[in-house]
Every structure is written in structure tokens, then in C-alpha cells.
């Protein structure tokens, strides 16, 4: 079930039978010459879209701007500063736990926000805990490459050239779900260089093209069709052991 493709009178009912919500979180950034801008926030949205097919589940919106200000070198790249993005997780918390979910599950796709989405949850427990009263609802994170079973998948398609930006698999599932936007380059050199994140401009000196410690060209749609299947069926196993924890105080 999609938040933005239904109703507040469908959202009660939802309300009624489950507390529990998935938000897809990611950066609209640089992938390298091949990744789209998107990859980040596709990845994530994508996963979730497909595994809310075959379970009960209710997925909000994407929220598609993240922490990417080292990426700012590369145009079309779009960031959130991290206290704003931490303002901003922050508002959209209260938002749904207002009208009564109690666990909010962010599925993520990009490394480089969890700093800031941890922190913005421990901002919001702060607030509960100076005040000396509960929360009333939990907040989850989850890179989704850490779902089970993705890792195992993705090193088998990818035993060299994964990388950390730009890699192999975050582009084939974006190649499996669209396929018309698929690109192609030479890359050089084959695999990228890895090294430290720090500003954009010495991001952009480090790293030219924008890759780092990638090669994907390995990348397929097939291949990507089969990260989606295992990265849904393992966030549907997640999502349905956090709804199952003890009810929120
Ligand atoms: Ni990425």
C-alpha cells in the first residue's frame, strides 16, 4: 500500500490493523558517468514498492534528498545540510507519529546519510527524555544492503569492483526497474580509486569521474531483478519483526 496513492480515510483503516510504516530515505547525487542522479533514493523506493506487493505494508513517500554535500562538485546534485536534513526527519517523524504510527522503519540508500539519520533520532528521544516522558513511538534504520541476504547476492555477481559510490549493484537495480535509462560509458580506469569523504572540491579532485573503488560496468537489469527479490522478501522478514516488538510506550 502506497501513502501517496491512497486516501486519509484508507490511512485509518491501515491505522486499525498495523502501527507500522516504511519510509524509503536516500540523496539525489552523482553516480559516476553511468549512475543515474536518482540511484540513491530509487534503490530504497524500488525495494519497498516491490515487497508491499506481496505483504501488507504501508510505504510513504520517498524522501529523496539527503546528506550529500561532498557531491555538490558534480551538477545535479541536490543536498540537505546536515541540520536541515536532521530538522526535516525530524518533522516528518512527528508528522506520522501524530496521527499514531509507533514504528517508523527508514529503509536507506546512501551511506552517507546515516550519521545524520541516527543523530535525528536521537534528537527525538532527547526530547522525551529532558521532559521525562515517553516517546510513544520507535524509529528503525536500515541500509538496504544490509538486509539479509543482499551482501551474500551482491558478492557473488560482484566479487571485484562493488566499490562504495557508484557500485555495481545500486545501478543494476535501477537498470532492472528502468530499463529505458540505461547508459553506457568507458570507464578509466576500470576500477575507481577509494580514499577519504570531505568537501566537494576535494571530492571532485579525488575521484573524476565520481566513482569510488567501482566498476559498473558489471552491472545488468538481471542482476539487479535479483537483488530487488532478495532485498524485498528480507524487508518484509525485517519489518514484520519491528512491527512485532513490544507495543511503544
Ligand atoms: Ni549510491
Known amino acids: 500500500m502506497l501513502l501517496h496513492k491512497s486516501t486519509w480515510i484508507e490511512i485509518e483503516a491501515y491505522l486499525a490493523r498495523s502501527k507500522t510504516v516504511i519510509i524509503p530515505i536516500g540523496s539525489n547525487e552523482q553516480h559516476g558517468p553511468t549512475g543515474l542522479l536518482g540511484t540513491d533514493w530509487m534503490c530504497p523506493e524500488i525495494i519497498a514498492h516491490k515487497a508491499q506487493t506481496s505483504a501488507d505494508l504501508l510505504v510513504a513517500p520517498t524522501f529523496n534528498i539527503g546528506m550529500a554535500q561532498h557531491h555538490l562538485g558534480f551538477p545535479g546534485t541536490i543536498a540537505l545540510r546536515p541540520s536541515t536534513f536532521m530538522a526535516a526527519i525530524g518533522d516528518w517523524c512527528l508528522s506520522l507519529a501524530g496521527h499514531g504510527f509507533e514504528k517508523l522503519y527508514f529503509l536507506n540508500g546512501h551511506g552517507g546519510n546515516v550519521a545524520t539519520i541516527e543523530a535525528a533520532f536521537s534528537e527525538l528521544y532527547a526530547e522525551a527524555s529532558f521532559a521525562g516522558r515517553p516517546r510513544g513511538f520507535a524509529c528503525k534504520l536500515m541500509n538496504w544492503w544490509d538486509l539479509k541476504g543482499v551482501m551474500r547476492v551482491a558478492q557473488k555477481q560482484f566479487p571485484e569492483g562493488h566499490g562504495s559510490h557508484a557500485t555495481p549493484s545500486e545501478i543494476a537495480i535501477t537498470q532492472w526497474a528502468y530499463p529505458d535509462a540505461i547508459k553506457s560509458a568507458d570507464y578509466t580506469p576500470k576500477i575507481a580509486p577509494t580514499g577519504p569523504i570531505r568537501e566537494?572540491?576535494?571530492?571532485?579532485?579525488?575521484?573524476?569521474?565520481?566513482?569510488?573503488?567501482s566498476d559498473p560496468a558489471q552491472a545488468s537489469p538481471e542482476k539487479g531483478g535479483e537483488l530487488v527479490a532478495a532485498a524485498a522478501?528480507?524487508?518484509?522478514?525485517?519489518?514484520?519483526?519491528?512491527?512485532?516488538?513490544?507495543?511503544v510506550r
Open 200 to 213: 566537494a572540491l576535494d571530492f571532485r579532485a579525488r575521484y573524476a569521474d565520481g566513482r569510488m573503488g
Open 233 to 247: 522478501s528480507a524487508l518484509i522478514e525485517d519489518v514484520a519483526r519491528f512491527a512485532a516488538e513490544p507495543a
